[in-house]
T-cell receptor
Framework: EPEVTQTPSHQVTQMGQEVILRCVPI?????FYWYRQILGQKVEFLVS????????KSEIFDDQFSVERPDGSNFTLKIRSTKLEDSAMYFC????????????FGPGTRLTVT | GENVEQHPSTLSVQEGDSAVIKCTYS??????FPWYKQELGKGPQLIID?????GEKKDQRIAVTLNKTAKHFSLHITETQPEDSAVYFC????????????FGTGTRLTIIP
């Protein structure tokens, strides 16, 4: 069964450093998302992406964040200058097409900013 | 925007008993309500969902009910087993399939053997 994959599973970085989190959505899916989950809290929406453009972003997704689909398979989230409060699990998700509702999540990347 | 409330935050049930988790939502435009199971260190796994045009959906031991008038929906797990122990999240979204999900705060379900 196809699944969303994410790398790395755990990333440790120092405050102020740039990080890139990578995702490979399910093949043939057209809509992509990033969510984050601070330890012990609920999953929060960051950004949605379709047709090489951001569809919607939350107030969390400020100028320090960017997303990109550099090729036909990868979907990346970049944080330019990490802060301590960026420490969280970051999940990628994908949806097949406009008529589909089911969002399938990857296993996540745990980002630790020290 | 949408706000989803979820109760209880923790729930312990004896193996074999039933578990019920409840959610309410605020946006009457919401029309899709999935439930996710999250095991320790893993991503949310979609276990069942319901669209606003039906009131109930069942899949083996899991069922979801929806009351659009009252804006609440519930997850029912019958004949619980130890592997049902996890954190369960409800979510909602409106309009088309590409909309973001708004999640509830989660319920930690523990099945007591």
């Amino acid at each position: 069964e196809p699944e969303v994959t994410q790398t790395p599973s755990h990333q440790v970085t120092q405050m102020g450093q740039e990080v890139i989190l990578r995702c490979v959505p399910i093949s043939n899916h057209l809509y992509f998302y990033w969510y984050r989950q601070i330890l012990g809290q609920k999953v929060e929406f960051l950004v949605s992406f379709y047709n090489n453009e951001i569809s919607e972003k939350s107030e969390i997704f400020d100028d320090q964040f960017s997303v990109e689909r550099p090729d036909g398979s990868n979907f990346t989230l970049k944080i330019r200058s990490t802060k301590l409060e960026d420490s969280a699990m970051y999940f990628c998700a994908s949806v097949r097409d406009r008529s589909s509702y089911e969002q399938y999540f990857g296993p996540g990347t745990r980002l630790t900013v020290t | 925007g949408e706000n989803v409330e979820q109760h209880p935050s923790t729930l312990s049930v004896q193996e074999g008993d039933s578990a019920v988790i409840k959610c309410t939502y605020s946006d009457s435009a919401s029309n899709y309500f999935p439930w996710y199971k999250q095991e320790l260190g893993k991503g949310p796994q979609l276990i069942i969902d319901i669209r606003s045009n039906v009131g109930e959906k069942k899949d083996q031991r899991i069922a979801v009910t929806l009351n659009k008038t009252a804006k609440h929906f519930s997850l029912h797990i019958t004949e619980t087993q130890p592997e049902d122990s996890a954190v369960y999240f409800c979510a909602a979204h409106a309009n088309f399939g590409n909309e973001k999900l708004t999640f509830g705060t989660g319920t930690r379900l523990t099945i007591i053997p």
